[in-house]
């Protein structure tokens, strides 16, 4: 699920979750499943990666990560992203672009302190795709943290990304193929639409 | 659904075959939307958008575009891609990073000829992602496509898109987050494997 919050009545936003409220309808799984592509300005590679989208706020879309990962350290190089959300349910696609930015430490320590604590004791334990030995080695130190660590205070290491698209693309599937697709890009604090070919 | 063809022997396919395998008898929908992450030299953007996965040939993951469309454009000026498949009925992620190319025109026409004349008048009828005033006249151009072309002859500007990975990350998410993550790299002609953190 998603955090729906602040909602505003832009004319992206409303069909955004219009849509939201369909997928659900439709028993749409892993809803919160949001693709994030970003830039390697280090190796010149495009990387791409689901992560969960925790809430839309007003046109904030945020999600948690560690910030020691590759995708934060690409985020802090080259601060420009392309987020998309694909419901099957419903055969939609969102197609995002934006700027993102790490969000407020105390906008983390508030949302960690609240979480599940098993939650929290991967947050703490995993030092986000480095190697490892083993699987099992993964879970010896999860259990660890969870029996000997603070699990309410958010480490340095950890804490969520905002961004706020400029570009929001629906794309509607048809069955013979001939999606329907709108285009919303800001311009000068304003969203002008137009009608893509498929 | 995917054609899977040729197949080989190499440890990240044979995972690759039977991860499909479980993915389809647990009913999973759109099994071949993929992500596709590309580089814009132009702007500076990441972009990202789902395509149809048409084939796995032995290492060569296929699918088919306008030769005209953005993502065409930008796989010609920056080759690196990330491509990522999410089925999220097995809660598994496939990330994968290559460098992509055209396919033979050879293979385009055989191919073009051997589909659905519907299909065929989308492909032809429809400058990709060019902006046009309403939906309605993507339905009208189709259905002068449909009455008066020749709906077996490829045009030069559609065809397939073929890369073979160079990475290969199989993630399978774990209900309390200790997701398990193993990557595949070729280095010199051999895969290597190792266990990431979540």
Sequence with gaps: ????????????????????????????????????????NETNEVDARY?????????????????????????????QISAVMYWNAIDTQIRMKAKIHKVSKEFNNKYFTNRQPE???VAISSKQSIEIDSYEKVINNYEKTLETKNLKKCPEYWGGFEFTPYSIEFWQGNEKRINKRELFVKNEGKWVSKFLQP
């Design 1 to 40: 699920m998603i955090n729906l919050i602040n909602k505003i009545d832009e004319e992206p936003y409303v069909k955004l979750y219009k849509l939201y409220d369909n997928a659900l309808e439709s028993g749409q799984s892993n809803v919160e499943a949001m693709l994030i592509a970003s830039y390697s």
């Design 51 to 79: 992560v969960n989208l925790k809430f839309i706020s007003s046109d904030n879309f945020i999600f948690f990560s560690n910030y020691k990962s590759p995708k934060a350290n690409q985020f802090n190089a080259h601060d």
């Design 119 to 121: 939650k929290n004791a």
